[in-house]
């Protein structure tokens, strides 16, 4: 009998979802390319983030946090496991991104949390100040921040950037993340995170995405000096900088066949995907895991090591 158990258990260890390694779309990813602002709905293979691997531990039990873009991509799976870690979340998107936000707010509801959908443009000054204010009527407080809404456009040189896309990337990219952390700032108390996402193009830079890159270095220094900025006050600021990742902003950016080979010069031969990233931004926002840790850039790069 004794024998008859061990087996049962060591085939219950074999299966459990811990001991899976999960598998990732490799390229070449298929041919496509949508429409700005893009859309996750549409995409193939679509974006991974539910991680059904991943095991809370209630790290984020009754916080509130604003996450901007949790539409989709990044910002989907960062909504989707703090909720799963215990927080209540407002996200903002684009009226075009309408049908991809409410799967967001299903999928944060499904993990037992409450989510706000903010509609409107970030690049609007007044927007920026609205959705703190709709966060703290609906839910009373804010504790983390998390600032990752983005624009980029591909140009081959610099003489087809036009004074009209370096403005809006900069809007969109880094005036906003200035705008909502100001409007924030009043409202965070010791213990508050803000979290914003950056990109190795902002440390090594891109020579097809010189605004955007330039957009993401600023916001390096950002989180850097933020970071100094509060310390004395208890608030943390750091950044996550991640390579490829399969959203809806590369294949509404791209030519069709330029998709095939997206993350394809990683070392692991493919784009992460997006419950691959969010687990940083947990951990940043965890004062059980990341309490002595503030100012940082962290890089995940799929087996890249040099940055910058």
């Given at each position: 009998?004794?024998?008859?158990?061990?087996?049962?258990?060591?085939?219950?260890r074999?299966?459990?979802?811990?001991?899976?390694?999960?598998?990732?779309?490799?390229?070449?990813?298929?041919?496509?390319?949508?429409?700005?602002?893009?859309?996750?709905?549409?995409?193939?293979p679509?974006?991974?983030?539910?991680?059904?691997?991943?095991?809370p531990?209630?790290?984020?039990?009754?916080?509130?946090?604003l996450?901007?873009?949790?539409?989709?991509?990044?910002?989907?799976?960062?909504?989707?496991?703090?909720?799963?870690?215990?927080?209540?979340?407002?996200?903002?998107h684009l009226?075009?991104?309408?049908?991809?936000?409410?799967?967001?707010?299903?999928?944060?509801?499904?993990?037992?949390?409450?989510?706000?959908?903010?509609?409107?443009?970030?690049?609007?000054?007044?927007?920026?100040?609205h959705?703190?204010?709709?966060?703290?009527?609906?839910?009373?407080?804010?504790?983390?921040?998390?600032?990752?809404?983005?624009?980029?456009?591909?140009?081959?040189?610099?003489?087809?950037?036009?004074?009209?896309?370096?403005?809006?990337?900069?809007?969109?990219?880094?005036?906003?993340?200035?705008?909502v952390?100001?409007?924030?700032?009043?409202?965070?108390?010791?213990?508050?995170?803000i979290?914003?996402?950056?990109?190795i193009?902002?440390?090594?830079?891109?020579?097809?995405?010189l605004?955007?890159?330039?957009?993401?270095?600023?916001?390096?220094?950002?989180?850097?000096?933020?970071?100094?900025?509060?310390?004395?006050?208890?608030?943390?600021?750091?950044?996550?900088?991640?390579?490829?990742?399969?959203?809806?902003?590369?294949?509404?950016?791209q030519?069709a066949?330029?998709?095939?080979?997206?993350?394809a010069?990683?070392?692991?031969?493919?784009?992460?995907?997006?419950?691959?990233?969010?687990?940083?931004?947990?951990?940043?926002?965890s004062?059980a895991?990341?309490?002595?840790?503030?100012?940082?850039?962290?890089?995940?790069?799929?087996?890249?090591?040099?940055?910058?």
């Amino acid at each position: 009998m004794p024998r008859k158990t061990t087996k049962k258990r060591t085939r219950a260890r074999a299966a459990s979802p811990e001991r899976r390694i999960r598998e990732y779309p490799r390229n070449p990813l298929p041919a496509q390319h949508q429409r700005k602002p893009g859309r996750e709905h549409a995409l193939d293979p679509r974006p991974q983030y539910r991680a059904p691997h991943y095991r809370p531990a209630g790290k984020l039990d009754g916080k509130t946090a604003l996450v901007t873009g949790g539409d989709s991509g990044i910002g989907r799976a960062v909504a989707v496991m703090y909720a799963r870690e215990g927080a209540d979340v407002a996200i903002t998107h684009l009226r075009q991104e309408r049908r991809d936000a409410a799967e967001t707010r299903s999928a944060v509801e499904a993990e037992g949390r409450r989510c706000l959908l903010l509609e409107g443009d970030l690049t609007d000054a007044d927007f920026c100040s609205h959705i703190v204010e709709r966060t703290l009527q609906e839910f009373g407080k804010l504790d983390i921040l998390v600032n990752n809404a983005a624009f980029q456009q591909h140009q081959e040189s610099l003489d087809e950037v036009t004074d009209e896309q370096w403005d809006h990337t900069f809007r969109t990219n880094i005036y906003a993340y200035f705008r909502v952390t100001k409007a924030a700032l009043p409202h965070l108390k010791k213990g508050a995170v803000i979290v914003n996402t950056g990109s190795i193009t902002g440390l090594e830079g891109s020579k097809e995405l010189l605004d955007y890159s330039a957009t993401k270095g600023a916001i390096h220094a950002f989180t850097k000096s933020l970071a100094q900025s509060l310390v004395e006050k208890g608030i943390r600021v750091n950044c996550v900088a991640p390579g490829p990742v399969w959203t809806p902003l590369n294949p509404s950016d791209q030519d069709a066949e330029d998709v095939e080979d997206f993350g394809a010069d990683q070392p692991m031969k493919r784009p992460a995907q997006p419950e691959e990233v969010a687990p940083a931004f947990v951990f940043f926002a965890s004062n059980a895991d990341s309490s002595y840790i503030t100012g940082e850039v962290l890089t995940l790069l799929g087996g890249e090591t040099v940055a910058g």
